[in-house]
Every structure is written in structure tokens, then in C-alpha cells.
């Protein structure tokens, strides 16, 4: 498997209240990616980093906001949580953000997020 | 964004029986990758396939590309409660330029009864 940790594993957190999930990679990968899965909607990419300091939106960015300052770390907050985000965020690495490499993303096994 | 239609949503099969899951588009994918997801767990890759009308084989499981790269199926031979899970279609595409996107469809729910 390969070297990805999310945490917490778990949280409860209270509307208004802001949250910081945390992805630590041991692959040395360039790319890292938030995704959150929800029934009906499937994955949907948050933000993304293409490097240390360099990150854009995806399709489901707003209210959210990411930092990597390390190669190894990808961090999402959520500035003040809404009930909308209560759901299970995934981080995906990727050694090449080309897909005519045909990189796989690898997952992290997940954080499931309840706002109240 | 491009769409990712995948079909049927839910499939509940006894032990030993076939099992085809449809991944459909009316958009041209640069390549596309299926997933399978566990209860507790982030997906794994089980594919990638790349060229219009590729078929690769994992054991019991075929994957296949369409000729127009719109539209992918993937198909168990004699299904096993292990291939109890919810698989993923991820199709990448061009959104300009060099730039590529991965849009995942909404997944296919597999249980296999013993």
C-alpha cells in the first residue's frame, strides 16, 4: 500500500467551527489531491497541489482551503464547517499529473466528517 | 466538466454468476481507470486502459475501452463474495491546453451473496 495517512480518522465538529484534515505521504509524490464522496454525488476533487506551495481549485472548492509546505503534508481546512460538508474526504497522491503516463491515484482510507 | 454515467448503480449476484458494469460518456476520454472501493477504504486501481477498443484481462475481471473512447464495461466471470465492493469508472479528459482533468462517475454497488 502505499504510504498515505489521513487524520483524524474521525470527527465531530460543531457548525461554525473551523476543521483542519491532515494527509501525510511517505511516496515523495509530486501530486496530492482532496476528494470528498457522498451518496448520489460520487468523488469530486476539492483542491489539488502540484507542488510544494502550488495548489489550484477543483469542482467543489468552495468554503475550503489547502496548504502544502511540505512535500510530504497536503492540508484542508474548512474555515467555518456547514452541515453541506459533513462527508467522507479522501486524499489521493500521484507521481505524475499526466495522464498519458497513465499515473494511478492511490487513497488514503478516508475521514469521515459529521458537522452538527 | 465531463460526465461519467455508470450502470447499474446497484448489483446484488449470487456466488458464481457474471456481472457486467457500464461506464458511458458523450465525451472522448484520454484514458480511463477503474477503481474498486471497500467498506472503510479509499479506492484502489484496478486498470488503466488507454487505446479505442483495448481489452485487458485482471483474472476474472475484463475491462474494455470503446472504439471511440466514450464508454468503458467491466466484466466478472463467476463472481466471488470478495468481489463485493463499489467500483469506480475515472475517465481522464482535456481541459485545455496541456491541462487534464479525472472525473469519477458515481460507482456501481457490487455485492456477491454466498
Known amino acids: 500500500d502505499a504510504g498515505i495517512t489521513q487524520s483524524p480518522r474521525h470527527k465531530v465538529t460543531e457548525t461554525g467551527t473551523p476543521v483542519t484534515l491532515r494527509c501525510h505521504q511517505t511516496?515523495?509524490?509530486?501530486?496530492m489531491y482532496w476528494y470528498r464522496q457522498d451518496p448520489g454525488h460520487g468523488l469530486r476533487l476539492i483542491h489539488y497541489?502540484?507542488?510544494?506551495?502550488?495548489?489550484d481549485k477543483g469542482e467543489v472548492s468552495d468554503g475550503y482551503s489547502v496548504s502544502r509546505s511540505k512535500t510530504e503534508d497536503f492540508l484542508l481546512t474548512l474555515e467555518s464547517a456547514t452541515s453541506s460538508q459533513t462527508s467522507v474526504y479522501f486524499c489521493?497522491?500521484?507521481?505524475?499529473?499526466?495522464?498519458?503516463?497513465?499515473?494511478?491515484?492511490?487513497f488514503g482510507n478516508g475521514t469521515r466528517l459529521t458537522v452538527t | 466538466t465531463q460526465l461519467l454515467e455508470q450502470s447499474p448503480q446497484f448489483l446484488s449476484i449470487q456466488e458464481g454468476e457474471n456481472l457486467t458494469v457500464y461506464c458511458n460518456s458523450s465525451?472522448?476520454?484520454?484514458?480511463l481507470q477503474w477503481y474498486r472501493q471497500e467498506p472503510g477504504e479509499g479506492p484502489v486501481l484496478l486498470v488503466t486502459?488507454?487505446?479505442?477498443?483495448e481489452v485487458k484481462k485482471l483474472k476474472r475481471l475484463t475491462f474494455q475501452f470503446g472504439d471511440a473512447r466514450k464508454d468503458s464495461s467491466l466484466h466478472i466471470t463467476a463472481a466471488q463474495p470478495g468481489d463485493t465492493g463499489l467500483y469506480l469508472c475515472?475517465?481522464?479528459?482535456?481541459?485545455?491546453?496541456?491541462?487534464?482533468?479525472?472525473?469519477f462517475g458515481k460507482g456501481t454497488l457490487l455485492t456477491v451473496n454466498p
Open positions: 497541489s502540484y507542488g510544494v506551495k502550488d495548489t
Open positions: 486502459v488507454v487505446t479505442g477498443g
Open positions: 511516496e515523495n509524490h509530486r501530486y
Open positions: 489521493a497522491i500521484s507521481e505524475f499529473g499526466d495522464p498519458l503516463d497513465n499515473s494511478p491515484l492511490h
Open positions: 475515472a475517465g481522464f479528459w482535456n481541459s485545455g491546453g496541456s491541462n487534464y482533468k479525472l472525473t
Open positions: 465525451s472522448v476520454f484520454s484514458s
